[in-house]
């Protein structure tokens, strides 16, 4: 159900109270408390990607628990209201840690602090207080025992157990995947969640949200009582974070848009094959009433941009194509292995899959650890993310890129342009011939490549995206881009000499008529026929209309 107004559309709070209390948006996500409470694992480990509402369900969930004030009113006409989980409604100590703000330098001084001040709370002026607090400063919280220390310290004080609550447990391991510190970091969250969560008495229950599902780190070594609900498995959580069809359908009630147009730019992304809007996204477009690309670049997309190589950007082409691939995708990953020299496909595919950036549709049967998966790149919003990725991370300047077409039927001025982005954004190694492949089949590939990824960063397109190798007349075109003012068909060669740019430019241009590529195309549209050929880091263009 929905609560609050349509037009009070807070996008800058986590906060429910805030929301409820000045009558903002609200589409109800109270269940989630029911099936938390509901399911017999103590502890619960979420991931989802970003903006799908996991911090607000967060503040949600710890409104609902706490004694230390009683929020029941803001829950008034939500489902959770008539749940006979209500009765745990303003019930119990619940310690919450958001963990996103955590640096290497203060982690362990910021969480220390906060537990401080929870024990402070709870057991204000006694000698509990004043032991625990004694104890955690001198041992200088190395020994990683604050969180039972908290919760035996409040049992003990009120007769009640704890809730714990943490959110974006992986971000400040993500975000040191790569320094020396990342041990020292990974220890000791290992040992903080182990003497917390791992046969604490004093534990009613414990919920960590994130981005990444990281136990191969063993971050959870020994902790049987943690399930995970991550976007591979989570049948309990489905529909608790980002929006539902059925959501979209009351939203669309009240703001009336176009539902098929909105489903295009931010519906797709599958947790355990079950489609969801973005959260955040949604929100905006109903503020704005604009469609736009409302993910920013993260710190994932530097991880990915280190990651990518020949064949990666090769499939990278392929998805920003329209096309499904299938590759296999680990559900558990390594952030210390996520480095160029040692990442393995499955690991990396699992990174662009767990981040949101890529969508799950089909599942093998085949072992749940390595399953064979059919990858895409699910909707606009994530196809103009993906090419705003390729202008920042494989052409660092975007300018010459934009102006592509701008001397596309003038051969010399346009073989300038291509030439200027081949010397300033591309490396000699990047045109190496891999070993075990013929040299002409090999460069004229790399070659493809190249241009499917410039033309699939260029945004002024009637299409989102260029094709590649598709039947055309008597043959395959290597690249076709329509555009309002004509179609493009490009064929590629490779030369052996630079002596023979120009011949094979020729070449490539008159296979194009040969082969009668294009010839199935509205013929009162123009056709711009492009031969191009390279050798190295040059380059030689004809055109034809």
């Known amino acids: 159900m929905i609560k609050g107004s349509i037009n009070r559309i807070d996008l800058g709070t986590s906060s429910f109270e805030r929301i409820i209390e000045n009558g903002g948006l609200y589409v109800d996500k109270t269940r989630l408390v029911e099936n938390f409470l509901n399911e017999p694992s103590q502890v619960h480990l979420i991931t989802r990607h970003r903006r799908l509402g ?109 809730y714990i609550l943490i959110d974006e447990y992986d971000k400040i391991l993500m975000d040191n995947h790569n320094s020396p510190q990342y041990e020292e970091i990974r220890n000791f969250m290992t040992l903080l969640f ?20 990281i136990s191969k ?38 703001a009336n848009f176009d539902k098929a147009e909105l489903k295009a730019w931010y519906n797709g992304i599958l947790v355990h094959g079950h489609a969801i809007y973005n959260t955040y996204s949604v929100a905006t477009f109903l503020d704005s009433g ?141 045109f190496l011939k891999p070993r075990d492949e013929p040299t002409k089949r090999a460069l004229e590939r790399t070659y493809q490549q190249f241009m499917l990824i410039l033309l699939c960063a260029y945004g002024d397109s009637k299409k989102c995206y260029p094709t590649s190798n598709r039947e055309s007349g008597d043959g395959r075109y290597d690249v076709f881009i329509e555009r309002k003012e004509a179609y493009y068909i490009f064929e590629l060669k490779s030369s052996e000499k630079a002596e023979d740019l120009a011949d094979n430019a020729v070449a490539a241009l008159r296979q194009i008529n040969e082969k009668r590529y294009g010839v199935e195309l509205d013929e009162d549209k123009r056709l711009v026929r492009i031969g191009l050929a390279f050798f190295g880091k040059q380059c030689a263009v004809v055109c034809e209309v």
């Open 217 to 254: 780190e063993s971050l959870f070594s020994g902790l049987n009582n943690v399930k995970v609900f991550d976007v591979f498995d989570d049948n309990l959580y489905t529909d608790d974070y980002g929006f539902t069809e059925s959501e979209i359908d009351e939203l669309q009630a009240l």
């Open 290 to 430: 604009k469609y736009d690309c409302h993910w920013t670049m993260s710190g994932v997309m530097d991880i990915i941009a280190k990651l990518l190589n020949e064949e990666r950007m090769a499939t990278l082409a392929q998805l920003l194509n329209g096309e499904r691939i299938l590759q296999s995708v680990d559900k558990r990953i390594s952030l210390k292995g996520l480095s160029p020299e040692y990442t393995l496909d499955r690991d990396f595919y699992s990174l662009l899959v767990q981040a949101g950036y890529l969508a799950v549709e089909i599942e093998s049967a085949e072992s749940p650890e390595n399953s064979l998966v059919a990858l895409t790149i699910p909707n606009k919003e994530l196809m103009l993310a993906w090419k705003d990725f390729i202008l920042k991370y494989a052409f660092k300047e975007p300018t010459p890129i934009l102006n592509i077409f701008r001397n596309s039927q003038n051969a010399e001025k346009f073989a300038e342009d291509l030439q200027g982005i081949l010397d300033n954004r591309m490396s000699y190694h990047d």
């Open 54 to 162: 996991k911090s607000l369900n967060m503040n949600m969930l710890k409104c609902f628990l706490t004694d230390r004030a009683d929020f029941r009113h803001l829950f008034k006409g939500l489902y959770i209201e008539n749940s006979p989980v209500w009765e745990k409604a303003n019930s119990a100590p619940v310690f919450y840690f958001d963990f996103k703000e955590l640096t290497q330098k203060t982690c362990k001084e910021d969480i220390y602090d906060t537990i401080c001040d929870y024990i402070e709370t709870y057991c204000t002026g006694t000698d509990l207080s004043r032991q625990t607090k004694r104890y955690l400063s001198e041992n200088k919280f190395e020994n990683a025992s604050g969180l039972r220390y908290l919760t035996e310290s409040v049992y003990r004080a009120t007769g009640k157990r704890s």
């Open 194 to 213: 182990s003497a917390g969560v791992k046969g604490n008495e004093y534990l009613e229950k414990a919920l960590l949200t994130g981005v990444m599902r």
